[in-house]
């Protein structure tokens, strides 16, 4: 019998625990699931009792959490990112694997070398982004370089959105599929990407500026704007010397200069604390944003416009007026920052309904040459959700770091340290399992480009 321990089971935890207790039985596992509010996981697991189990979790517990870890073989961890290093050391100082579908931190690299002495695998970003789009954009990259081809360009774009018929009249067409924090707190470090062999920066302030316009064949357009540090993927992909580099976000027409409007205001701002009172109004809030003589009298959102410069009647205004932003309404939080009480507003308007489902899309653009010609080959991903509960979030996120763990109890992960899935025992056997049991599967268009 092999323990496995899930550490939090949220929003995207439901494919993962699904795929867990399938194949508990075969597999000879024993599934225990520490969340915090665990009365939600009954019904799932009561009829898994044989090989599974829930309690009750807080990761202050520290006591708990090693008594958690030391009971287990495997440790799989859906907490919020900034408690992995806490986790990670449970698992350092009991010899436990760890699996987790985060980015590896300055803080989790820093244990590499203590993870390969111990003899320990600290897996991260065995997700989707991170995860999918290292796995899927590895095997496009080996397979370019098995014909011989010399790589030129990458560039690498996922967005959690929604599929058309749940986009409704939100013109944003956009609602929350993970961590609305997280949504709202978006690009805040300078991204950083390489341009035809020449290192290019965008300053927060600029981010939503700046952005590709992209076609995916039967899902029409998308705007991809740069994430995070795109640089730092050169050398876990081999790519040291390729000239051009570049992941990003994808969001719906119109998302990336509605969303500016916000940053520029300085309602994305989670620095500074604003002394109001609940009861305040978005009203009240966007005139103490506007110059005092633009903030008294006349139409607050003409009045906002002109401060930023849009147009009244165009479509940044149309999308920030569906927010209810110049409306009589309470902020609802007292003493907030500015990103919280847009989070707070967010998480209504933004939020899922039980008949929508969420849509993933992801795309890889390649430029290669090959025997004196120059190639553009591109890789996309679509995967509708089933329902708001088994999102298509909660599929390309749990089911990749579920097969992960399969792999791990088996004994077919030999690396140790910090791992990325950029490894070929890793990414063939787990993207062959996606498309052959559940249809996820990227789907491929290469062109010759003219000289």
């Known amino acids: ?43 799932i697991l009561v009829a898994h009792t044989e ?35 806490m986790v990670a050391r449970a698992c350092l100082h009991h010899g436990r694997h760890l699996a987790t579908a985060s980015y590896a931190t300055d803080e989790i690299r820093a244990l590499d070398a203590e993870a390969q002495a111990a003899g320990v695998t600290l897996l991260m970003e065995c997700g989707l982004d991170p995860g999918l789009d290292h796995m899927s954009a590895m095997q496009a990259i080996g397979a370019i370089r098995a014909r011989g081809g010399q790589l030129l360009s990458f560039k690498s774009y996922c967005g959690g959105l929604l599929t058309p018929e749940s986009e409704g009249d939100n013109p944003w067409r956009y609602k929350f599929t993970w961590n609305p924090r997280n949504v709202v707190l978006a690009g805040q470090s300078t991204a950083k990407y390489l341009e035809n062999g020449r290192p290019h920066f965008i300053p927060y302030q600029q981010l939503f500026r700046r952005f590709e316009v992209l076609e995916v064949p039967g899902y029409g357009q998308f705007e991809g704007y740069a994430n995070r540090d795109s ?38 701002d989670d ?32 009045h906002f416009a002109d401060y930023l410069e849009l147009n009244p009647e165009g479509e940044e205004m149309r999308l920030l ?69 088994h999102t298509a979030m909660a599929k390309t996120v749990g089911l990749p770091l579920g097969m992960a763990v399969r792999r791990l109890t088996r004994g077919l992960v030999p690396q140790r340290g910090v791992v990325i899935p950029t490894h070929a025992n890793l990414y063939e056997p787990i993207l062959a399992e996606l498309e052959a049991e559940y249809g996820i599967q990227f789907q491929e268009e290469e062109s010759e480009l003219p000289d």
């Open 51 to 85: 090989y599974a189990r829930v309690v009750p979790f807080d990761i202050q517990n520290d006591v708990l959490l090693n008594e958690l870890v030391a009971a287990a073989d495997v440790v799989i961890s859906m907490l919020p990112a900034a408690f992995h290093p």
């Open 271 to 302: 620095t500074v604390h604003l002394g109001n009172t609940a009861d305040w109004t978005w009203q009240q809030l966007i005139a103490a944003y506007l110059p005092p003589a633009a903030a008294v009298g006349g139409n607050l959102a003409i």
């Open 321 to 389: 007026s569906w927010l209810g932003l110049f409306k009589h309404v309470a902020v609802g939080l007292p003493n907030a920052t500015p990103a919280q009480l847009l989070e707070h507003l967010l998480t209504e308007k933004w939020r899922l309904q039980p008949g929508d489902r969420d849509l993933i899309v992801m795309q890889h653009l390649f430029e290669f040459t090959l025997q004196g010609k120059r190639y553009r080959r591109t890789s996309s991903l679509v995967v509708p959700g089933d329902d708001a509960t």
């Open 231 to 268: 640089l730092s993927y050169r050398a876990p992909y081999g790519l040291d010397t390729i000239p051009t580099i570049l992941r990003g976000t994808l969001r719906r027409p119109g998302y990336c200069a509605a969303w500016n409007a916000l940053v520029r205001l300085g309602l994305t």
């Open 1 to 43: 019998m092999k323990n496995i321990l899930l550490l939090g089971a949220g929003r995207s935890a439901s494919s993962l625990i699904n795929y867990l207790l399938r194949h508990a039985p075969s597999e000879g596992w024993y599934l225990t699931v520490a969340d915090v509010q665990p009365a939600h996981l009954v019904p």
